[in-house]
Structure formats: structure tokens, C-alpha cells
């Protein structure tokens, strides 16, 4: 999509690896100026980080569960970049715990980065944009917003939460002309991803098991939500929003069937 977000600038919270960096690198060849808030190793990075690795235009320092730090990283993007028009929410974390080890604080954390921190940035980016910019806010919830893994308490309330965040932001700012929607992304081959399936004793066996559970036969890549991004941001999407949409390889279009009957 060339050409489709020119002379606009957005936003990618989480830009600096994985999903977020994919999503960086597919606006700004759309045009986008675009414009990375990350944290760094569980602390906000104590200078900027050059962005050449996501093909974006800067990279300061955000925690996005602190509204101190939204204020000041989207009053710079103001100040030295101008009104941004376009708002990834796509920075986010996984805690894994049974309920009974799942301590406040873990669950704490995570809804506030995942949860909290796309209404604090929705909060302090939107009094910035402008309708003849054709604002939109794009949220990365995830499948298990629909439906869950073993011990995945926290992150699924959280991602079902931004969900339905997404659809009040839809009802709330379309009078204003913002259109917000979210991408629901299935099993996605990012680093992250990547060191999990390392540390399994076959890593060749998971990657088949994994494909054999997807219509498509395989699973996706960072660029496949990008790409999906950037259309949500663009004018060929102008008469939508407040929609969820699911990209996982047709993975919960498929029902589930015994070991025995899977060929």
C-alpha cells in the first residue's frame, strides 16, 4: 500500500521489536511518519534509541502504564513531529501463572500495560488529532481475547478488555471522525515466539503440530498483522470501525477434532 498513509504521522507503541517493529516498517513504506515509544529491559530508556531497525523515524522512551510518561513521549511527538493521525496500540505482555500462584502484582502489571496503557494513550493522542487527517487508532488485542490457553488468566482478561475498549473508542470518538478498531492476531512468528519453541524438545515436530492446527497449514508472520495495520489506518478503510478482526489462518474456523481423525 504505497503512498496510502503519506504525509501522516503515527504512532507504534512496542515498535521496537516483534509485531510492533513490522507495523513501524509497513507505515513508513506507506509513507507514515512514524514514530516508536518502547520500554527497555523493565525500565524506561534513559535517552532515544535510533530507529533504524524499524525503518521509523524516531524512537523515545514510553511506559505505557504510566501517564506521566504518555503525556511527555506524546507531547514530543507534538512538538517535534506535529498532530499524529494515526495510533498503534500495540505494546503489551504475558504473564503465565495458575490461579492460585497468580500474585496481585503480576496481574496488576499486565492489565496495566495491556489494558490501562491503550486508554492512557488513546486519553493524550486524541485531543492531537485532526479530522481532515483522517485519524484512526489501530489496537493489537490477540485470539486469546476470544478464546484462551492453560494459565493465561491475566493476559486474556486483558486482551478480551481491549476488545471492548476498542469498541467503546468506536462508539465514543466516531462522532469525531476517529475510526478505532483492533487486530486479534493468532499464533505469529516473532522472536518471542521463536525462544519458545527452542526451548521444546522437537523444535521441527511444534512448528508441524502448529501448522496442522491452521486451515492455511501454516502460521503467520509479523508482516501479515502489519500489513493488516496499515489497511485499518488507510482510506480504504474509512467506513470501518469497531470491528475485531482475526488474523490466525483461519485457526478458530476450524473445529477441533480428536489426534485420531486429523490426516
Known amino acids: ?22 507495523i ?16 527497555v529491559a523493565g525500565d524506561v530508556v534513559a535517552g532515544d534509541i535510533p530507529a ?17 510518561s504518555v503525556e511527555t513521549f506524546v507531547q514530543r511527538v507534538v512538538e517535534e513531529y506535529g498532530a499524529p493521525a494515526i495510533l498503534v496500540n500495540n505494546a503489551g505482555i504475558m504473564t503465565e501463572s495458575a490461579i492460585a500462584d497468580l500474585t496481585v502484582e503480576d496481574w496488576d502489571r499486565t492489565l496495566n500495560v495491556n489494558l490501562r496503557g491503550p486508554l492512557l494513550m488513546a486519553k493524550h493522542v486524541v485531543p492531537h488529532m485532526r479530522t481532515d487527517d483522517r485519524p484512526a487508532i489501530v489496537n493489537i488485542g490477540s485470539l486469546e481475547g476470544f478464546a484462551g ?17 476498542t469498541l467503546s473508542l468506536a462508539i465514543d470518538l466516531g462522532p469525531q471522525g476517529i475510526r478505532a478498531n483492533a487486530i486479534a492476531p ?8 521463536k525462544r519458545y519453541l527452542d526451548d521444546l524438545p522437537d523444535r521441527g515436530e511444534a512448528y508441524r503440530q502448529l501448522g496442522r492446527i491452521h486451515p492455511l497449514g501454516h502460521i503467520g508472520d509479523p508482516g501479515d498483522v502489519a500489513n493488516v495495520a496499515v489497511w485499518l489506518a488507510s482510506d480504504a478503510a474509512r467506513f470501518v470501525t469497531g470491528q475485531i478482526i482475526k488474523v490466525e489462518g483461519g485457526r478458530t474456523a476450524k473445529l477441533p477434532l480428536p489426534a485420531v481423525f486429523n490426516v
Open 1 to 22: 500500500m504505497t503512498g496510502a498513509l503519506q504525509d501522516r504521522v503515527a504512532i507504534v507503541t512496542g515498535g521496537a521489536q516483534g509485531i510492533g517493529r513490522a
Open 24 to 39: 513501524s516498517r509497513c507505515m513508513t513504506a506507506a509513507g507514515a511518519t512514524t514514530v516508536i515509544g518502547d520500554i
Open 186 to 193: 493468532g499464533w505469529i512468528d516473532t522472536d518471542l515466539n
Open 149 to 165: 490457553n492453560p494459565h493465561h488468566a491475566a493476559y486474556i482478561a486483558s486482551k478480551a478488555g481491549l476488545h471492548g475498549l
Open 52 to 68: 533504524t531497525v524499524s525503518d521509523a523515524a524516531a524512537q523515545f522512551p514510553l511506559d505505557v502504564s504510566d501517564e506521566r
